[in-house]
């Protein structure tokens, strides 16, 4: 059997790079968002195993584990106020948010 494979070489014009510019900035600031929820929601959680201090404890308003679904329909309400936001691909955005 034989397999062929083909190499494309991409040459965008400047236009194009910077609307891949500005998708890649866009999925890097929902990337870092998404990340710094999970991690509050993480670090506000968590205490030494055998004590909990009220003076060591990072201690924040309670809200539910930030899931793929939660912070997806999060994305949507900030897309609606945010123009940054507006101008990304929404199926990137939901794509880095599920990575």
């Not at 201690?59 to 309400?77: G, N």
Request: proline share 3%; hydrophobic share 35%; net charge positive.
């Amino acid at each position: 059997m034989l397999n062929l494979t083909y190499n494309y070489k991409l040459l965008p014009t400047s236009k194009q790079i910077e609307k891949i510019e500005l998708n890649l900035a866009v999925c890097k600031s929902v990337w870092n968002h998404g990340l710094y929820v999970r991690k509050l929601w993480y670090n506000s959680r968590s205490c030494s195993i055998n004590k909990c201090s009220l003076y060591s404890e990072y201690i924040v308003e309670p809200f539910e584990y930030p899931t793929y679904h939660v912070q997806s329909a999060q994305l949507t309400l900030a897309k609606k106020t945010n123009s940054f936001l507006k101008a990304g691909n929404a199926q990137a955005m939901q794509q880095t948010l599920r990575k």
